[in-house]
């Protein structure tokens, strides 16, 4: 079994800052990708950033130069920096990973979400 829990979401004001967090455990041998979603009321669920087991990061147009996306791989955590937040950021957020478990099986973990409100 592996679970990825999530923390740090809240409300916040525009222009202000959040940092979340994700640790992975459970039957874990090694993560492959980590990485942060959000899902809006009526949208569908959409990258915000991702991260290799090698840092190499790739971000949403609408997040770069406002998010950071990094990892501690000794933790099995990985980190979302978000500064200069706006309205539109407004979303539950979902941590997702890769990982090669115990039964050498890669698969797609997802935590439970955090709501990230930001107010006008």
């Known amino acids: 079994q592996v679970q990825l829990a999530e923390s740090g979401g809240g409300l916040v004001q525009a222009g202000g800052s959040l940092i979340l967090s994700c640790v992975a455990s459970?039957?874990?041998?090694?993560?492959?990708?980590m990485g942060w979603y959000r899902q809006a009321p009526g949208e569908q669920r959409e990258l915000v950033a991702r991260?290799?087991?090698?840092?190499?990061?790739n971000y949403a147009d609408s997040v770069k130069g406002r998010f950071t996306i990094s990892r501690l791989n000794a933790k099995n955590t990985v980190y979302l920096q978000m500064n200069s937040l706006k309205p539109e950021d407004t979303a539950v957020y979902y941590c997702?990973?890769?990982?090669?478990?115990?039964?050498?099986?890669?698969?797609?973990?997802w935590g439970q979400g955090t709501q990230v409100t930001v107010s006008s």
């Open positions: 459970g039957s874990i041998l090694s993560i492959n990708h």
């Open positions: 991260i290799s087991s090698v840092d190499i990061t």
């Open positions: 997702n990973a890769d990982i090669r478990t115990w039964s050498r099986v890669t698969l797609s973990f």
